[in-house]
């Protein structure tokens, strides 16, 4: 009875983990819940092994809600698990309003695993307010409800606004006095963008050159007739397929590029059609026609098309998953450097469009305000607004300001170091004098420093020069090979590993974080429960997969977390079996049976068992 009562368990069991993959899945395809019943009958039509019969295939949406949560305690149970493994811990916050006007606080924290470096999707929390002190207490509660101590938050990365970076009474200042050590850091991927934003509002320009996109964009967004009539003409002209037109956005960091893309390769065929219909009196297609026939916008175009996939560059590394203190430096020089170059001679578009200008003439199609002055303004717009990306680049990226970071790098990064072995502890020693005045500073008596000084210094030399023995470490693999074979023999530096691994230089995964919750709570679904998102997306958020996840867990914890209807309690197998049975010989055989059913089987098959006598 045994055996076979353990054979019905695991087909049963393995019947649940088939269904909690189906909602694994639309988890992380953020499909609605009440699809589930669909999908299930999809893979009995598909005839799947575990869906033939209907036999133990739920379709109450409470026990998809049962499912999600079971779900969910495995990857809380697997963050928790991380934590504990984690010295120090990063933290990457932001706030925002979701569509129902609720304000919400996004937290995620890196973690370092023996040199591997992961961030993690805390939660989505509701936040009474805004205000700092609001804020705080909320992170503050949140992270003791993971066990997490303040003591070992040693970083914290935000968008940079005054809510969190100011230094007076922001969750920043807040933070730093519960850890005197911790590291307040602006996102760099928000710098990149402001530093274009900067840029962009101090040439005029540009800003009525996005504007004129924007309008031609509109202007056949609405018509597709238009929009035809375009397509087809730029079959004719380029024997290819119309690039689509794009909007540029604000608050999209790379749209601009795309848009000027777009309108570089349809050119032509947008002047030929609005001529056409000014031809026709539109008099909005007038307009725009003599904004774009202009020599100063189709002059634009081509410098921005020399200029924006810099910017673009610069964004998408740094908007990287894996991004790490030990790239902003470079990037942002490489970024100041091409710029440098385009402003004092054109890019290689530009050079096209001029060798392509000719008798007041850009592919057969007349240019107008095509005069020696206009030429003229043009080039002093382009050198104007070249000088002011280099010059907001530099401001954003202070070197003062991101000077903790970078001796991070040069200690730790061994591509940094000099090639003469004399040169090292000279190299070493400032970037040391930073590093250990900032973690060994104290105002209160009752804190103790967080960096041996002695030990630091000592030993700089030694680690180095093992590091650099090593042959060209990139700076996240050295630190992994100081915490994973050195930890013992210079524990001071591969603890300036550990907290070099965990610093947040990048809030982009608060970014994301919240385009997922908007794909979850939509205008159709907006009465989800906030703590269903949450759960929804801690489910999207972790890394397993199908293949990695471990289902069996989640089965147990779905079991576990309540009875089944379906299985009968000690007392009611009594009353099923008659009172009478107390008097038969073997009643206390009979009772041990009923009490391994009702500890072991727990999905239905006791009830079974115990009607069948």
């Known amino acids: 009875m045994k055996s076979h009562c353990e054979k019905a368990t695991e087909s049963s069991k393995k019947k649940l983990s088939s269904q909690l993959k ?3 899945h639309m988890a992380k395809h953020v ?74 606080l996004i937290v995620y924290l890196k973690l370092e695993m023996e040199g591997k470096v992961e961030t993690c999707f805390l939660g989505n929390y509701d936040v009474d307010c805004g205000t700092a002190r609001c804020i705080y207490d909320r ?46 850091v602006h996102c760099v991927a928000h710098r990149a963008a402001l530093a274009d934003l900067d840029a962009e509002k101090s040439v005029n320009n540009i800003t009525s050159y996005k504007n004129t996109i924007s309008s031609v964009y509109s ?34 960091w790379l749209s601009l590029h795309r848009a000027v893309k777009a309108m570089k390769h349809n050119w032509p065929a947008v002047v030929m ?59 942002v020089q490489a970024s100041v450097a091409a710029f440098t170059q385009f402003r004092d001679a054109p890019g290689p578009e530009e050079e096209n469009f001029l060798a392509g200008y000719e008798d007041g003439k850009y592919m057969d199609i007349k240019v107008t305000n095509a005069s020696d002055r206009s030429i003229q303004a043009f080039r002093k717009v382009r050198e104007r607004f070249v000088q002011h990306l280099i010059d907001a680049l530099q401001d954003r990226f202070p070197e003062d300001c991101l000077d903790l970071l970078h001796c991070f790098d040069t200690l730790l990064n061994p591509r940094r170091y000099p090639p003469s072995q004399n040169a090292l502890q000279e190299y070493a020693e400032p970037a040391i004098r930073t590093v250990v005045s900032h973690f060994t500073t104290v105002e209160s008596a009752d804190t103790t420093p967080l960096i041996n000084t002695i030990a630091l210094r000592r030993d700089a030399l030694a680690v180095m020069t093992a590091l650099r023995g090593y042959g060209g470490l990139q700076f996240a693999t050295a630190c992994e090979v100081l915490i994973r074979d050195f930890i013992e023999i210079y524990p001071e530096w591969a603890k300036l590993a550990k907290i070099a691994c965990v610093i947040p230089v990048s809030s982009v995964p608060a970014e994301r974080g919240f385009s997922l919750q908007n794909r979850i709570k939509t205008k159709q679904r907006s009465r989800l429960a906030e703590h269903k998102v949450t759960r929804l997306m801690r489910i999207a958020s972790c890394g397993e997969t199908l293949q990695t996840f471990n289902f069996l867990s989640a089965a147990d914890n779905f079991n576990m977390a309540k ?14 079996t008659g009172a009478g049975v107390r008097s038969q010989e073997g009643s206390d055989e009979r009772l041990e049976i009923f009490k391994w059913i009702e500890r072991d089987c727990r999905g239905g098959i006791a009830g079974s068992l115990v009607a069948r006598g």
């Open 139 to 184: 992170l503050v509660a949140v992270l003791r409800e993971m066990d997490v101590e303040l003591s070992r938050v040693i970083g914290l990365g935000s968008d940079g606004a005054s809510v969190m970076m100011g230094r007076h009474g922001r969750v920043g200042a807040l933070l730093k006095q519960a850890n005197p050590f911790s590291i307040q």
């Open 273 to 331: 059609e609005l001529t056409e219909e000014a031809l026709r009196g539109n008099a909005k297609a007038q307009g725009l026609l003599g904004q774009i026939q202009s020599y100063s916008f189709i002059a634009l175009t081509h410098a921005l098309a020399d200029m924006l996939p810099v910017i673009t560059k610069l964004n998408l590394v740094f908007q990287k998953d894996d991004v790490n203190l030990s790239s902003i430096r470079p990037v």
């Open 31 to 104: 499909i609605p819940s009440n699809q589930f019943v669909a999908q299930t009958e999809l893979l009995r039509a598909l005839e799947a092994p575990d869906f033939v019969t209907t036999d133990g295939i739920y379709h109450h949406s409470d026990s998809v809600d049962d499912m999600e949560k079971a779900l969910e305690d495995v990857v809380m149970n697997q963050i928790q698990e991380k934590i504990k493994r984690s010295d120090f811990v990063g933290l990457i916050i932001d706030e925002t309003v979701n569509i129902t006007v609720n304000k919400k």
């Open 22 to 24: 189906i909602v694994f």
């Open 563 to 576: 009875k089944r209807k379906r299985c009968l309690g000690l007392e009611e197998c009594w009353r099923e």
């Open 219 to 252: 202007f056949y967004k609405h018509s597709a007739t238009r929009t035809n009539r375009l397509r087809q003409l730029t079959a004719e002209l380029h024997d290819e397929d119309m690039v689509s037109l794009k909007q540029p956005f604000a608050v999209r």
